[in-house]
């Protein structure tokens, strides 16, 4: 089943073609990696895909509705955690998770349990009460995936989850993805960190608004003849034009 | 030097391309004065008034009629007793209770006394003071009538007595008190929110771990406001002058050397105010509620000084707006001299002194 | 003369202990890593060294001079460019140089040389704001207006977090020709794979410094034994293999799983641990197309290693 499908999704600001004509389609219950230089798009078609922009032209869809006509349905299935803002730092975690629930109108009796089951499930049971400005990133961190995804989503977009965190909550991290993932959740991610780039059952590379490349990591190094991402990244990218505009 | 000027053109860039900012650092204190004007000049029209006539003589109801027939009052109705007299201003029925001494006619006649007492609700000051000055008017005008005809000197005391504020004071009050309100604004808050700016964009960090003095800094940062705050000072004086008919009997000079002196001391706080917060919201609400509230609530502008419980009187005392309107109140309405505001020049010159020296003092060579 | 010098530096932020006592020589002309996560103390160090910050206690000498009594010395000596973009948006490029020139009471022409290479790739947008350039721009940007005075030591905190890799490489480039006009360069960084384009670096976690040495060094300083392993199913795989008692730590490393492994086998068997061992069991897991190689560490490894 697909879960999110871009057909010739297009966004131009004035002159400006920030997204060009992209087509992808993303399988239910993938890890689907997006990578792009600083500018390539990533962030515009993201926000398109989620509902919060309308395309110039084109059509997506995402979990099954229709990302210009019912954008309130998309945002109603879909998850998102970036880097930059997920959880309110003055509030405690539970009081976070609580409120994730109360806005995707989670009824507050189930809320309760999942605040639970959620906590069990990253081991932090003990910090129920606790503040999110004293947790350490590295569990600030899993803590946003766990309330992005805390109303059940189809799909969950993250934007640069793991920058800055240290190696070992990195990979604790993925594999909390993982998890996800198994669950039949959708994942769709960037990062600026090739070696994640493996970890993804799908990898696209966006260049200059286009996407360059898309196929599994194991295909992508066959196809660019490269030993990693990484080479295959400097090798797309390279070729970016507009990356100084 | 090249430092200094370098930065201080920076500072300029930063107004002047914030276009919003700058029109409202250029138009609010225009606006202000606009609208405290209106409220002065209002012409008022079909008042109601009330009258207790106890001598129900020829004067008094000849005094009664020109009061009727003018334009601006409406007579609604005569009183018994004086004892009605407050219930009918706690209705807010009437705007002036005009109150006339018993014996009237005869009193004016025999010993060329008589008394009129004119009262009005003081919590809009404005109006009260309109409305008591047009019936003072006409009752001078019937007095001169009267002395016309029998060549007698009569004397009419007209006692203006205000209810619930009962010193209101001269209308022309409101230019200096604008004055005082809007230097401080522009000054205090600017300078404040815009050195918190820096350190919330990061950019004081770089400063800071270059050569430039923090002196340089500081003063790059004040000089655009201090020009700013002169123009604004210009144009309110114009505006009052030729839009509102405020008379500037006073020496600009001493207009200016006082006006000057406030602005350091308006600045010196907004510098102490960025140092003690890093966010502009901060620095922001801190200018807004600690230094306008004030200015607005105790300087005078608003409630008049002498009728205040004893412990904010001597507040008021260190507010330095009200050492500013006063002065400028006396030299730009009375006429007074420098010589004759040199005690409020004085205190405003130590107030920026000490100001100034806290501040650069207090100004964080480091980020904490 | 060292460059810089660090003894028993310690910070406090009301209770939480930013920095725990780190010592450290930076030599002349050497790009020194700091490297490690965020909330590791990275910042707080580079504002102690560049006297934005006072230490709680311990001392730090930077090109002779004390960060607190020669505070002003230093501030004309050094360049610095803090983790988030710190230039003038609503100004241009040009304007923004040419201030940071006449703070540092010199002139563009004076040092254009030194920031020629760099600023060449800015320079057709010298009339555009600073808030209008792109990411990578900006940073070519503050790397020019942090060179412009010539500084001898450049303090670089997190240049390249949330950059883009070919950017990054192209940053590290930058760096690499600076070194060459003998500048010192103190460069703090989360992203590992950057350590090994230091001559020396730091390991940092939690406000102490884990090692202190050139990447190699590091690296050859590995002390336990590391095998690569892939499977037909990487996502099983790392869940079979840390069930296997003689497999201490087993971590995703992009298209492979890193596992350390303990080679004694518990009965006492003569023959250690080997490749053949773990493949029995992985295909008794049924995982197919199973390839196991021994590999040299890296630096994440050896961080890894180090923080546990």
Same mark, same amino acid.
């Given at each position: 089943?697909?879960?999110?499908?871009?057909?010739?999704?297009?966004?131009?600001?004035?002159?400006?073609?920030?997204?060009?004509?992209?087509?992808?389609?993303?399988?239910?219950?993938?890890?689907?990696?997006?990578?792009?230089?600083?500018?390539?798009?990533?962030?515009?078609?993201?926000?398109?895909?989620?509902?919060?922009?309308?395309?110039?032209?084109?059509?997506?869809?995402?979990?099954?509705?229709?990302?210009?006509?019912?954008?309130?349905?998309?945002?109603?299935?879909?998850?998102?955690?970036?880097?930059?803002?997920?959880?309110?730092?003055?509030?405690?975690?539970?009081?976070?998770?609580?409120?994730? #629930? &109360?806005?995707?109108?989670?009824?507050? /009796?189930?809320?309760? =349990?999942? +605040?639970?089951? $959620?906590?069990?499930?990253?081991?932090?049971?003990?910090?129920?009460?606790?503040?999110?400005?004293?947790?350490?990133?590295?569990?600030?961190?899993?803590?946003?995936?766990?309330?992005?995804?805390?109303?059940?989503?189809?799909?969950?977009?993250?934007?640069?989850?793991? #920058? &800055?965190?240290?190696?070992?909550?990195? /990979?604790?991290?993925? =594999?909390? +993805?993982?998890? $996800?993932?198994?669950?039949?959740?959708?994942?769709?991610?960037?990062?600026?960190?090739?070696?994640?780039?493996?970890?993804?059952?799908?990898?696209?590379?966006?260049?200059?608004?286009?996407?360059?490349?898309?196929?599994?990591?194991?295909?992508?190094?066959?196809?660019?003849?490269?030993?990693?991402?990484?080479?295959?990244?400097?090798?797309?990218?390279?070729?970016?034009?507009?990356?100084?505009? | 030097?090249?430092?200094?000027?370098?930065?201080?053109?920076?500072?300029?860039?930063?107004?002047?391309?914030?276009?919003?900012?700058?029109?409202?650092?250029?138009?609010?204190?225009?606006?202000?004065?606009?609208?405290?004007?209106?409220?002065?000049?209002?012409?008022?029209?079909?008042?109601?008034?009330?009258?207790?006539?106890?001598?129900?003589?020829?004067?008094?109801?000849?005094?009664?009629?020109?009061?009727?027939?003018?334009?601006?009052?409406?007579?609604?109705?005569?009183?018994?007793?004086?004892?009605?007299?407050?219930?009918?201003?706690?209705?807010?029925?009437?705007?002036?209770?005009?109150?006339?001494?018993?014996?009237?006619?005869?009193?004016?006649?025999?010993?060329?006394?008589?008394?009129?007492?004119?009262?009005?609700?003081?919590?809009?000051?404005?109006?009260?003071?309109?409305?008591?000055?047009?019936?003072?008017?006409?009752?001078?005008?019937?007095?001169?009538?009267?002395?016309?005809?029998?060549?007698?000197?009569?004397?009419?005391?007209?006692?203006?007595?205000?209810?619930?504020?009962?010193?209101?004071?001269?209308?022309?009050?409101?230019?200096?008190?604008?004055?005082?309100?809007?230097?401080?604004?522009?000054?205090?808050?600017?300078?404040?929110?815009?050195?918190?700016?820096?350190?919330?964009?990061?950019?004081?960090?770089?400063?800071?771990?270059?050569?430039?003095?923090?002196?340089?800094?500081?003063?790059?940062?004040?000089?655009?406001?201090?020009?700013?705050?002169?123009?604004?000072?210009?144009?309110?004086?114009?505006?009052?002058?030729?839009?509102?008919?405020?008379?500037?009997?006073?020496?600009?000079?001493?207009?200016?050397?006082?006006?000057?002196?406030?602005?350091?001391?308006?600045?010196?706080?907004?510098?102490?105010?960025?140092?003690?917060?890093?966010?502009?919201?901060?620095?922001?609400?801190?200018?807004?509620?600690?230094?306008?509230?004030?200015?607005?609530?105790?300087?005078?502008?608003?409630?008049?000084?002498?009728?205040?419980?004893?412990?904010?009187?001597?507040?008021?005392?260190?507010?330095?707006?009200?050492?500013?309107?006063?002065?400028?109140?006396?030299?730009?309405?009375?006429?007074?001299?420098?010589?004759?505001?040199?005690?409020?020049?004085?205190?405003?010159?130590?107030?920026?002194?000490?100001?100034?020296?806290?501040?650069?003092?207090?100004?964080?060579?480091?980020?904490? | 003369?060292?460059?810089?010098?660090?003894?028993?530096?310690?910070?406090?932020?009301?209770?939480?202990?930013?920095?725990?006592?780190?010592?450290?020589?930076?030599?002349?002309?050497?790009?020194?890593?700091?490297?490690?996560?965020?909330?590791?103390?990275?910042?707080?160090?580079?504002?102690?060294?560049?006297?934005?910050?006072?230490?709680?206690?311990?001392?730090?000498?930077?090109?002779?001079?004390?960060?607190?009594?020669?505070?002003?010395?230093?501030?004309?000596?050094?360049?610095?460019?803090?983790?988030?973009?710190?230039?003038?948006?609503?100004?241009?490029?040009?304007?923004?140089?040419?201030?940071?020139?006449?703070?540092?009471?010199?002139?563009?022409?004076?040092?254009?040389?030194?920031?020629?290479?760099?600023?060449?790739?800015?320079?057709?947008?010298?009339?555009?704001?600073?808030?209008?350039?792109?990411?990578?721009?900006?940073?070519?940007?503050?790397?020019?207006?942090?060179?412009?005075?010539?500084?001898?030591?450049?303090?670089?905190?997190?240049?390249?977090?949330?950059?883009?890799?070919?950017?990054?490489?192209?940053?590290?480039?930058?760096?690499?020709?600076?070194?060459?006009?003998?500048?010192?360069?103190?460069?703090?960084?989360?992203?590992?794979?950057?350590?090994?384009?230091?001559?020396?670096?730091?390991?940092?976690?939690?406000?102490?410094?884990?090692?202190?040495?050139?990447?190699?060094?590091?690296?050859?300083?590995?002390?336990?034994?590391?095998?690569?392993?892939?499977?037909?199913?990487?996502?099983?795989?790392?869940?079979?293999?840390?069930?296997?008692?003689?497999?201490?730590?087993?971590?995703?490393?992009?298209?492979?799983?890193?596992?350390?492994?303990?080679?004694?086998?518990?009965?006492?068997?003569?023959?250690?641990?080997?490749?053949?061992?773990?493949?029995?069991?992985?295909?008794?897991?049924?995982?197919?197309?199973?390839?196991?190689?021994?590999?040299?560490?890296?630096?994440?490894?050896?961080?890894?290693?180090?923080?546990?």
């Amino acid at each position: 089943m697909k879960v999110i499908e871009a057909e010739n999704l297009t966004k131009k600001f004035g002159q400006f073609v920030a997204v060009d004509n992209i087509s992808f389609q993303v399988e239910k219950g993938e890890i689907f990696g997006f990578l792009g230089a600083n500018g390539a798009g990533k962030t515009t078609a993201m926000r398109m895909l989620c509902g919060l922009s309308k395309p110039t032209s084109g059509q997506g869809k995402v979990a099954g509705f229709d990302i210009e006509q019912q954008p309130e349905k998309v945002k109603a299935n879909i998850g998102y955690m970036s880097q930059k803002f997920a959880l309110y730092e003055d509030l405690r975690v539970w009081e976070n998770l609580r409120l994730y #629930g &109360g806005i995707y109108g989670i009824p507050s /009796r189930e809320i309760n =349990e999942k +605040i639970h089951a $959620a906590l069990a499930q990253l081991g932090i049971e003990n910090e129920k009460d606790t503040m999110v400005k004293s947790l350490p990133l590295g569990w600030k961190q899993k803590l946003a995936f766990s309330t992005a995804i805390f109303h059940d989503p189809k799909i969950v977009f993250l934007d640069e989850p793991t #920058g &800055g965190v240290d190696p070992l909550a990195r /990979r604790q991290f993925w =594999e909390l +993805i993982y998890e $996800a993932a198994d669950r039949g959740i959708t994942v769709f991610v960037t990062t600026h960190y090739m070696d994640e780039a493996e970890y993804c059952n799908r990898v696209s590379v966006m260049v200059d608004g286009k996407i360059e490349a898309l196929d599994s990591p194991k295909n992508l190094k066959k196809q660019f003849d490269a030993k990693n991402m990484d080479q295959i990244f400097h090798q797309l990218a390279r070729k970016a034009t507009r990356g100084n505009n | 030097m090249r430092q200094f000027i370098t930065f201080t053109r920076k500072e300029f860039y930063h107004i002047l391309r914030d276009r919003w900012t700058m029109l409202m650092l250029l138009a609010f204190p225009l606006i202000m004065i606009i609208l405290f004007g209106f409220g002065i000049t209002t012409e008022i029209k079909n008042s109601k008034i009330a009258v207790y006539d106890p001598s129900k003589d020829l004067a008094t109801q000849n005094i009664i009629k020109k009061l009727e027939t003018s334009e601006y009052f409406i007579l609604s109705e005569y009183l018994n007793s004086p004892d009605q007299i407050e219930l009918i201003f706690k209705e807010g029925k009437i705007g002036l209770m005009v109150v006339f001494s018993e014996r009237f006619y005869e009193n004016l006649i025999h010993t060329g006394d008589a008394q009129i007492l004119l009262i009005a609700d003081g919590t809009d000051p404005n109006t009260a003071s309109t409305l008591t000055n047009y019936a003072s008017r006409i009752i001078m005008m019937y007095l001169q009538e009267l002395t016309d005809i029998e060549h007698l000197p009569f004397q009419i005391n007209t006692e203006v007595k205000l209810l619930y504020n009962p010193t209101l004071e001269g209308a022309y009050n409101i230019v200096p008190g604008v004055m005082g309100m809007v230097l401080m604004l522009i000054c205090a808050l600017m300078t404040s929110v815009s050195i918190a700016r820096e350190k919330e964009l990061g950019t004081m960090e770089v400063i800071l771990v270059s050569p430039m003095p923090p002196l340089l800094i500081v003063l790059s940062k004040v000089v655009p406001y201090f020009t700013i705050s002169l123009i604004n000072f210009t144009n309110v004086l114009i505006l009052a002058v030729f839009l509102l008919g405020v008379p500037v009997n006073g020496s600009l000079f001493t207009l200016y050397l006082v006006s000057i002196i406030f602005i350091f001391v308006a600045l010196a706080l907004g510098l102490l105010i960025s140092s003690v917060t890093n966010r502009q919201l901060v620095a922001l609400l801190m200018s807004a509620m600690g230094l306008m509230m004030p200015v607005v609530m105790l300087s005078g502008l608003m409630f008049p000084i002498e009728n205040m419980p004893l412990i904010l009187q001597g507040i008021a005392q260190i507010i330095p707006a009200k050492w500013y309107i006063e002065a400028i109140r006396d030299v730009m309405i009375k006429g007074l001299g420098p010589a004759d505001v040199i005690k409020e020049i004085g205190i405003l010159s130590l107030m920026a002194v000490v100001l100034i020296g806290a501040s650069l003092k207090k100004f964080k060579i480091r980020l904490e | 003369m060292h460059a810089v010098k660090v003894h028993e530096i310690k910070r406090n932020y009301n209770k939480v202990e930013a920095l725990k006592g780190v010592s450290f020589e930076v030599r002349p002309g050497e790009i020194f890593g700091i490297i490690g996560p965020d909330g590791a103390g990275k910042t707080t160090l580079f504002r102690i060294l560049t006297t934005l910050l006072l230490a709680d206690s311990g001392t730090a000498i930077v090109d002779g001079n004390d960060v607190v009594k020669d505070f002003k010395e230093i501030r004309k000596k050094v360049g610095y460019m803090p983790g988030r973009f710190s230039l003038y948006q609503d100004l241009t490029v040009e304007e923004n140089l040419t201030i940071f020139a006449s703070i540092f009471k010199t002139t563009i022409e004076e040092n254009y040389h030194l920031i020629k290479d760099i600023y060449q790739q800015i320079e057709p947008f010298k009339n555009r704001r600073a808030g209008a350039l792109s990411g990578g721009m900006k940073q070519k940007l503050a790397l020019s207006c942090a060179l412009i005075h010539k500084p001898v030591i450049l303090f670089l905190d997190e240049p390249t977090t949330g950059v883009d890799p070919v950017s990054r490489k192209e940053f590290w480039e930058m760096l690499a020709n600076l070194k060459r006009e003998g500048i010192t360069i103190l460069v703090s960084t989360p992203y590992m794979d950057e350590a090994n384009l230091c001559d020396r670096i730091a390991l940092i976690r939690e406000g102490s410094f884990l090692k202190i040495d050139s990447p190699q060094n590091i690296v050859n300083q590995y002390s336990k034994r590391l095998w690569s392993v892939r499977s037909n199913d990487m996502s099983r795989l790392l869940k079979d293999l840390r069930t296997h008692k003689n497999i201490m730590t087993c971590f995703a490393f992009g298209d492979t799983h890193h596992v350390t492994v303990n080679q004694e086998k518990p009965s006492g068997e003569e023959d250690r641990f080997g490749f053949k061992d773990l493949k029995d069991f992985l295909e008794e897991k049924s995982h197919s197309e199973i390839e196991i190689t021994a590999i040299d560490a890296g630096i994440e490894d050896c961080f890894m290693e180090l923080a546990n």
